[in-house]
């Protein structure tokens, strides 16, 4: 081997006082081809680290002159591109969690498993290489191309600047935020960043799946192991393996199969079902929701250990009503999503929507413009062909036809409008109840409209669509819409 090729070769710090473990430690990262430093004291390790640079920081948590915490504050001060990983005693998850909120890369408990150290010092040496990457492309745009979290508000730039960081980690993650805002496509965007990105991202909907059938579902399961298990079957964790594993509205959990998870979490290992034998797995949890976790634990339906577990680093992410700069280059990244093309917007349209709240969040916005564009004429999106639920502009806009007198409530019964001058508003909030909501009213409004139009025109639809003022399109996708029959 040349000079330069020695020098190229990644060099590793393990700092454990225990000497038959430091030996064994050392021989296995030689045999992958690594260079490696020892210090049995704090005192050595900053020493070595003085006068050296390292790919990755391997250290127990117990020193004779202090504490492997010390170490992981001071190598996240003063050395942030070193990865630190802590070395933790069987059954000490908390002390693990504990140096992960402080920085820590990752964490391998006693008995050391080599396979398993073996894949902590490949994902921290591959982290290096996709830092390193990014750090020599300077002329590199704000947003990466593959970017999925769209917008240049403060609150997204902030988003993003964590993203990057979680990135070069193995902690658990915890997404929150209001339904809507994105959460799936962070936890992808940490995975993608991050040294696990060849490998799988399996994102999980919690609340979707029967609670008779999570074991199953989450760990395998053996042939035989109950009826209609005709063959074995990887659960959530094994096809991750190597990769991410999102738990979507992970407080929907049932409290029994918390147990399970968290088990699985802390010894990094699961049953299937039916098995008499654990094995090993290798996923990253991200896990996201839009609850109060902390409030789910008070309540007593969600368990505080788990809780602490999941929640070792926060990703919050922001409603689109606090990002409304966004709103613009969200939709044209939406209507390109969706059309291939780039797709006009009226100035008025534009307005409208940085003028509405979005109680849905991104999610409502990408309804709107596809709802949008069935309705566009001329390739160009008007006000009239956004659906912004409960705003004056949707109120404002004038109906081809007077509103009918008789529309079907949200509960399939006729409500009386009393008929009015011409010159005089309806007001439907004089009366002390409401007969359904605003954008159930709208709907069955337009519904009745329809029906009234096809009517009279004997489901001529391009005659109705005539009568109503609207496009054959538009009366088209309406009458798909509210299933309309004719």
Same mark, same amino acid.
């Given at each position: 081997?040349?000079?330069?090729?020695?020098?190229?070769?990644?060099?590793?710090?393990?700092?454990?006082?225990?000497?038959?473990?430091?030996?064994?430690?050392?021989?296995?990262?030689?045999?992958?081809?690594?260079?490696?430093?020892?210090?049995?004291?704090?005192?050595?390790?900053?020493?070595?680290?003085?006068?050296?640079?390292?790919?990755?920081?391997?250290?127990?948590?117990?020193?004779?002159?202090?504490?492997?915490?010390?170490?992981?504050?001071?190598?996240?001060?003063?050395?942030?591109?070193?990865?630190?990983?802590?070395?933790?005693?069987?059954?000490?998850?908390?002390?693990?969690?504990?140096?992960?909120?402080?920085?820590?890369?990752?964490?391998?408990?006693?008995?050391?498993?080599?396979?398993?150290?073996?894949?902590?010092?490949?994902?921290?040496?591959?982290?290096?290489?996709?830092?390193?990457?990014?750090?020599?492309?300077?002329?590199?745009?704000?947003?990466?191309?593959?970017?999925?979290?769209?917008?240049? &508000?403060?609150?997204?730039?902030?988003? =993003? *600047?964590?993203?990057?960081?979680? !990135? $070069? +980690?193995?902690? %658990?993650? /915890?997404?929150?935020?209001?339904?809507? &805002?994105?959460?799936?496509?962070?936890? =992808? *965007?940490?995975?993608?960043?991050? !040294? $696990? +990105?060849?490998? %799988?991202? /399996?994102?999980?909907?919690?609340?979707?799946?029967?609670?008779?059938?999570?074991?199953? *579902?989450?760990?395998?399961?053996?042939?035989?192991?109950?009826?209609?298990?005709?063959?074995?079957?990887?659960?959530?964790?094994?096809?991750?393996?190597?990769?991410?594993?999102?738990?979507?509205?992970?407080?929907?959990?049932?409290?029994?199969?918390?147990?399970?998870?968290?088990?699985?979490?802390?010894?990094?290992?699961?049953?299937?079902?039916?098995?008499?034998?654990?094995?090993?797995?290798?996923?990253?949890?991200?896990?996201?929701?839009?609850?109060?976790?902390?409030?789910?634990?008070?309540?007593?339906?969600?368990?505080?250990?788990?809780?602490?577990?999941?929640?070792?680093?926060?990703?919050?992410?922001?409603?689109?009503?606090?990002?409304?700069?966004?709103i613009i280059v969200l939709s044209r990244n939406i209507l390109r999503k969706l059309t291939g093309n780039d797709i006009d917007m009226s100035v008025e349209a534009i307005d409208a929507l940085i003028s509405y709240d979005f109680p849905g969040n991104?999610?409502?916005?990408?309804?709107?413009?596809?709802?949008?564009?069935?309705?566009?004429?001329?390739?160009?999106?008007?006000?009239?062909?956004?659906?912004?639920?409960?705003?004056?502009?949707?109120?404002?806009?004038?109906?081809?036809?007077?509103?009918?007198?008789?529309?079907?409530?949200?509960?399939?019964?006729?409500?009386?409008?009393?008929?009015?001058?011409?010159?005089?508003?309806?007001?439907?909030?004089?009366?002390?109840?409401?007969?359904?909501?605003?954008?159930?009213?709208?709907?069955?409004?337009?519904?009745?409209?329809?029906?009234?139009?096809?009517?009279?025109?004997?489901?001529?639809?391009?005659?109705?669509?005539?009568?109503?003022?609207?496009?054959?399109?538009?009366?088209?996708?309406?009458?798909?819409?509210?299933?309309?029959?004719?």
């Amino acid at each position: 081997m040349s000079m330069n090729e020695v020098a190229a070769c990644p060099r590793i710090l393990v700092v454990d006082d225990e000497a038959h473990l430091r030996e064994l430690l050392e021989i296995t990262l030689i045999k992958m081809g690594l260079d490696v430093d020892s210090a049995e004291t704090l005192a050595l390790a900053r020493a070595h680290l003085a006068k050296q640079s390292y790919a990755l920081v391997l250290t127990d948590m117990r020193l004779p002159d202090g504490s492997g915490m010390e170490l992981v504050q001071e190598v996240n001060a003063h050395f942030k591109n070193t990865p630190i990983a802590v070395i933790t005693a069987f059954g000490s998850a908390d002390n693990a969690v504990v140096a992960l909120k402080a920085g820590a890369f990752d964490y391998v408990s006693k008995p050391v498993a080599l396979d398993q150290l073996r894949k902590l010092v490949r994902s921290a040496l591959q982290t290096n290489e996709v830092q390193k990457e990014q750090e020599s492309a300077p002329e590199q745009v704000a947003i990466p191309a593959k970017s999925f979290m769209i917008g240049q &508000s403060q609150g997204m730039q902030e988003v =993003r *600047e964590q993203i990057n960081r979680l !990135a $070069r +980690s193995m902690a %658990p993650v /915890i997404i929150t935020g209001e339904s809507g &805002s994105g959460k799936e496509l962070a936890a =992808r *965007e940490i995975h993608t960043s991050s !040294a $696990r +990105s060849g490998k %799988p991202f /399996i994102a999980v909907n919690c609340g979707a799946i029967p609670e008779t059938l999570m074991e199953a *579902e989450f760990f395998g399961y053996r042939k035989g192991a109950f009826t209609g298990a005709a063959d074995d079957r990887e659960g959530f964790f094994q096809a991750a393996s190597g990769g991410t594993l999102m738990l979507d509205e992970v407080a929907d959990l049932p409290l029994p199969m918390q147990v399970k998870l968290l088990r699985a979490i802390q010894e990094r290992r699961v049953r299937k079902v039916g098995a008499t034998v654990e094995e090993a797995v290798d996923v990253r949890i991200i896990s996201a929701t839009h609850q109060n976790l902390a409030i789910c634990v008070e309540e007593g339906r969600f368990r505080q250990d788990l809780y602490y577990r999941l929640n070792v680093i926060e990703l919050h992410l922001p409603p689109l009503r606090e990002r409304l700069e966004d709103i613009i280059v969200l939709s044209r990244n939406i209507l390109r999503k969706l059309t291939g093309n780039d797709i006009d917007m009226s100035v008025e349209a534009i307005d409208a929507l940085i003028s509405y709240d979005f109680p849905g969040n991104v999610r409502e916005l990408e309804n709107i413009l596809e709802r949008a564009i069935a309705f566009a004429n001329d390739g160009c999106i008007e006000v009239t062909d956004l659906a912004l639920r409960g705003t004056r502009k949707l109120l404002d806009t004038p109906l081809a036809q007077p509103i009918p007198t008789e529309v079907v409530s949200h509960s399939a019964q006729p409500v009386s409008v009393p008929d009015q001058p011409a010159d005089v508003e309806v007001d439907l909030f004089a009366a002390p109840g409401l007969p359904c909501s605003l954008p159930d009213y709208l709907e069955n409004v337009e519904r009745e409209m329809i029906k009234r139009a096809l009517h009279q025109t004997r489901n001529n639809r391009t005659q109705a669509a005539e009568l109503l003022g609207v496009s054959f399109r538009q009366l088209r996708y309406q009458i798909q819409k509210l299933k309309i029959q004719e």
